[in-house]
T-cell receptor, first 113, second 118 residues
Framework: QQQVKQSPQSLIVQKGGISIINCAYE??????FPWYQQFPGKGPALLIA?????SEKKEGRFTISFNKSAKQFSLHIMDSQPGDSATYFC????????????FGGGTRLMVKP | EAQVTQNPRYLITVTGKKLTVTCSQN?????MSWYRQDPGLGLRQIYY???????DKGDVPEGYKVSRKEKRNFPLILESPSPNQTSLYFC?????????????????FGPGTRLTVL
């Protein structure tokens, strides 16, 4: 049973559109929520992260929205570009469990030109 | 260049033949970990190490061993590989092993090792 559930599994967006990926969790001890971006043949790379004391964090075209009461968080990619085509993983960390990250199942994003 | 390196990048082996996947980081990070990536399951942690000679089990440790004799190296050992260990493996490191200290949370991943066990 996955502790972090991610949806959708795949997403196709037109260039210039908004890509939205959602994650939900159960463990209330999670205290750090990063998003990773992975290109084919590469390891995941940190994209943006948020802590539960804020409801939104924005870095360029990437925004995390966080709803602590609903135990949900989402990644929004504004003005999506073909270069954003990659697999995105949400994750959550319980700092009481040795910095272990629990990952969602991943979303494969394709941005069409 | 700051990086995490893994070797080999690709490996095909047979059931029961012991193998080691090496991982090395040059960032003087305390924390290192191993993940396996399987379709639809994301990445799952196998083992992690908070510092030299300190290791602990992650979510899926069965069939794996690790050691941390030096700060920079964290090899993953499969004593008797089985086909269900066919997967994509990633090593990662971060500055610290836990707590909310800013700037220490980011885990840097290696390029991955694709393992096939026949």
């Amino acid at each position: 049973q996955q502790q972090v559930k991610q949806s959708p599994q795949s997403l196709i967006v037109q260039k210039g559109g908004i890509s939205i990926i959602n994650c939900a969790y159960e463990n209330t001890a999670f205290d750090y929520f990063p998003w990773y971006q992975q290109f084919p043949g590469k390891g995941p790379a940190l994209l943006i992260a948020i802590r539960p004391d804020v409801s939104e964090k924005k870095e360029g075209r990437f925004t995390i929205s966080f709803n602590k009461s609903a135990k949900q968080f989402s990644l929004h990619i504004m003005d999506s570009q073909p270069g954003d085509s990659a697999t995105y993983f949400c994750a959550a960390r319980d700092h009481n469990a040795g910095n272990m990250l629990t990952f969602g199942g991943g979303t494969r994003l394709m941005v069409k030109p | 260049e700051a990086q995490v390196t893994q070797n080999p990048r690709y490996l095909i082996t047979v059931t029961g033949k012991k193998l080691t996947v090496t991982c090395s980081q040059n960032m003087n990070h305390e924390y290192m970990s191993w993940y396996r990536q399987d379709p639809g399951l994301g990445l799952r942690q196998i083992y992690y190490s908070m510092n030299v000679e300190v290791t602990d089990k992650g979510d899926v440790p069965e069939g794996y061993k690790v050691s941390r004799k030096e700060k920079r190296n964290f090899p993953l050992i499969l004593e008797s590989p089985s086909p269900n260990q066919t997967s994509l493996y990633f090593c990662a490191s971060s500055l610290s092993g836990g707590g909310p200290r800013l700037g220490t949370d980011t885990q840097y991943f290696g390029p991955g090792t694709r393992l096939t066990v026949l």
